[in-house]
């Protein structure tokens, strides 16, 4: 059984959107995703500045066999991006809850309100 | 699963929670555990794949070795029983109809290990050459499991686990054993540049091994580290390296096709022809100079010219590097040109290099 934790939002692609502060989030991807994946061994990720757009594409997680494109599941500007990862894409698998990706600052934190909670995203994985 | 079908270790492969995809026709396992622990297995220890989707043609009768020497691209004649050779069937344009293992059993007796993605094909191209030949050919497929034991502790593990000894079992051999009064027949060999054995037998003799070797620790392996293992050793995959669109000569395989030799084979002549006049691209090793991982499919490119693709590529199990085989056009295949490989929408920039991937890592 794949772990959703409470109090995150999810996106339909498998991404969570933790919330830091009012339009401050890390963005990262769900236990789910990474078992589905597999072995991690490669994150593609856009570089601070950087802008994302909802629903649009701006890296890829690559396991040994193949390569998935990450969807933006809100807009924002990239504050930070996690250098870790490039060192230990394992941690995606070990802890994805703790393996963030991007922080970005929300262009709209009414954006939140299309992504799912715990409750949807547990229907949307067992469908 | 429509028309999927499966292979006799299949309820093993659902006890031990693989994850199964389609391949070939079949419902396969591509990973048990991670592909990364299984390759690691297979390079460092003992592990063993269910190879009993592969196609086994058996051709017999008086004109067998003629035969076989007129459809294969390797050499037939020089072989002794017990004695095994890879190579190439080529169409007459000489593009390839598959790669396969011809076992010789004895001069009126030869056994054909094909790809399972190819045994239909195979099998009608194998009877449609027979013309003028005194030989009958049985497809045994479904008759015969296999499993791959593969790594370097192997010799040793079979030895404690099943009590058989393989000590004297030269490279590319095989011979005939018994095993609980089932008959086997076993050969040094493989598709992962480790040392290993594959082993032949009846449906129920090899559930039984399997299991035996399950209990005796040897890592079950899934389809994801039998491709990643084999493109280190830089072995060639049906459907990347060679098609029947490309020719054993464009992929690198020169070695293995007797082309300098009197023997005449079908599609010798188109090769002779390539060689001379028109060989415009070749299979090559490639090396990104950044960490990105060239798949399978991505174009290459030098400047803004778009000069091949990628045949086959991983971020490398055993090296750590972003290496792939890819099909470049002329000259670029050239050691040391800079090329760049298209990911996603970034060109990232890389070299070509040579193909002996696994010598470097240690």
């Given at each position: 059984m794949s772990k959703i934790l409470e109090g995150l939002y999810y996106s339909n692609d498998h991404e969570w959107v933790k919330v830091l502060e009012d339009d401050v989030v890390l963005i990262g991807i769900t236990d789910f995703a990474q078992s589905e994946l597999g072995d991690v061994v490669f994150v593609d990720l856009p570089e601070e500045g950087d802008e994302l757009v909802q629903g649009e594409e701006f890296g890829a997680v690559e396991s040994v066999k193949a390569a998935s494109d990450l969807l933006a599941p809100v807009s924002g500007e990239i504050i930070e991006v996690n250098e870790d990862l490039v060192g230990e894409p394992e941690k995606v698998n070990q802890e994805p809850?703790?393996?963030?990706?991007?922080?970005?600052?929300?262009?709209?934190?009414?954006?939140?309100?299309?992504?799912?909670?715990?409750k949807a995203y547990k229907e949307e994985i067992s469908e | 699963m429509e028309n999927l079908k499966v292979t006799p270790l299949y309820e093993e492969h659902l006890k031990l929670n693989a994850k199964m995809v389609d391949f070939a026709g079949f419902h396969m396992p591509i990973s048990y555990t991670s592909i990364k622990d299984e390759h690691e297995a297979i390079r460092n220890n003992v592990g063993m794949f269910d190879?009993?989707?592969?196609?086994?043609?058996?051709?017999?009768?008086?004109?067998?070795?003629?035969?076989?020497?007129?459809?294969?691209?390797?050499k037939v004649n020089e072989l002794k029983n017990g004695e095994i050779n890879y190579g190439m069937m080529l169409n007459k344009n000489g593009t390839v109809v598959d790669d396969l293992l011809v076992y010789k059993i004895s001069d009126e007796s030869f056994l054909l290990v094909v790809n399972a993605s190819n045994i239909a094909k195979d099998?009608?191209?194998?009877?449609?050459?027979?013309?003028?030949?005194?030989?009958?050919?049985?497809?045994?497929?479904?008759?015969?499991?296999e499993i791959a034991v593969q790594g370097p502790k192997t010799e040793v593990k079979i030895k404690e686990a099943l009590d058989i000894d393989l000590s004297d079992l030269k490279f590319f051999?095989?011979?005939?054993?018994?095993?609980?009064?089932?008959?086997?027949?076993?050969?040094?060999?493989?598709y992962t540049g480790e040392d290993g054995f594959e082993i032949y037998g009846d449906h129920s003799i090899i559930v039984e091994i399997?299991?035996?070797?399950?209990?005796?620790?040897?890592?079950?392996?899934?389809?994801?580290?039998?491709?990643?293992?084999?493109?280190?050793?830089?072995?060639?995959?049906?459907?990347h390296e060679i098609s029947d669109e490309?020719?054993?000569i464009e992929a690198g395989l020169k070695y293995f096709v007797k082309i300098d030799s009197e023997v005449d084979f079908l599609g010798k002549d188109a090769l002779l022809d390539q060689i001379e006049n028109s060989l415009t691209r070749?299979?090559?090793?490639?090396?990104?100079?950044?960490?990105?991982?060239?798949?399978?499919?991505?174009?290459v490119f030098k400047n803004d010219k778009e000069i091949g693709y990628i045949t086959t590529g991983y971020l490398s199990i055993s090296t750590g590097k972003p290496i792939a085989l890819a099909m470049i056009n002329r000259p670029f295949t050239k050691k040391g040109t800079e090329v760049s490989v298209q990911i996603r929408n970034k060109m990232i920039p890389g070299f070509i290099r040579n193909k002996k991937f696994l010598k470097e890592t240690k």
């Amino acid at each position: 059984m794949s772990k959703i934790l409470e109090g995150l939002y999810y996106s339909n692609d498998h991404e969570w959107v933790k919330v830091l502060e009012d339009d401050v989030v890390l963005i990262g991807i769900t236990d789910f995703a990474q078992s589905e994946l597999g072995d991690v061994v490669f994150v593609d990720l856009p570089e601070e500045g950087d802008e994302l757009v909802q629903g649009e594409e701006f890296g890829a997680v690559e396991s040994v066999k193949a390569a998935s494109d990450l969807l933006a599941p809100v807009s924002g500007e990239i504050i930070e991006v996690n250098e870790d990862l490039v060192g230990e894409p394992e941690k995606v698998n070990q802890e994805p809850y703790e393996a963030w990706f991007l922080k970005v600052k929300l262009n709209d934190p009414k954006e939140l309100d299309k992504l799912l909670d715990h409750k949807a995203y547990k229907e949307e994985i067992s469908e | 699963m429509e028309n999927l079908k499966v292979t006799p270790l299949y309820e093993e492969h659902l006890k031990l929670n693989a994850k199964m995809v389609d391949f070939a026709g079949f419902h396969m396992p591509i990973s048990y555990t991670s592909i990364k622990d299984e390759h690691e297995a297979i390079r460092n220890n003992v592990g063993m794949f269910d190879v009993s989707h592969m196609g086994e043609i058996l051709v017999i009768g008086k004109d067998s070795e003629k035969y076989i020497e007129f459809i294969f691209t390797n050499k037939v004649n020089e072989l002794k029983n017990g004695e095994i050779n890879y190579g190439m069937m080529l169409n007459k344009n000489g593009t390839v109809v598959d790669d396969l293992l011809v076992y010789k059993i004895s001069d009126e007796s030869f056994l054909l290990v094909v790809n399972a993605s190819n045994i239909a094909k195979d099998y009608t191209h194998i009877v449609e050459q027979t013309n003028g030949f005194d030989v009958l050919v049985k497809n045994m497929s479904e008759d015969y499991a296999e499993i791959a034991v593969q790594g370097p502790k192997t010799e040793v593990k079979i030895k404690e686990a099943l009590d058989i000894d393989l000590s004297d079992l030269k490279f590319f051999n095989f011979k005939e054993y018994t095993f609980n009064d089932h008959d086997l027949i076993i050969s040094r060999t493989g598709y992962t540049g480790e040392d290993g054995f594959e082993i032949y037998g009846d449906h129920s003799i090899i559930v039984e091994i399997w299991k035996i070797l399950v209990d005796n620790n040897v890592t079950p392996c899934g389809l994801g580290s039998r491709d990643t293992l084999r493109f280190e050793a830089n072995l060639p995959l049906y459907g990347h390296e060679i098609s029947d669109e490309i020719t054993p000569i464009e992929a690198g395989l020169k070695y293995f096709v007797k082309i300098d030799s009197e023997v005449d084979f079908l599609g010798k002549d188109a090769l002779l022809d390539q060689i001379e006049n028109s060989l415009t691209r070749r299979v090559v090793g490639l090396e990104l100079n950044k960490q990105a991982i060239p798949r399978e499919g991505y174009k290459v490119f030098k400047n803004d010219k778009e000069i091949g693709y990628i045949t086959t590529g991983y971020l490398s199990i055993s090296t750590g590097k972003p290496i792939a085989l890819a099909m470049i056009n002329r000259p670029f295949t050239k050691k040391g040109t800079e090329v760049s490989v298209q990911i996603r929408n970034k060109m990232i920039p890389g070299f070509i290099r040579n193909k002996k991937f696994l010598k470097e890592t240690k």
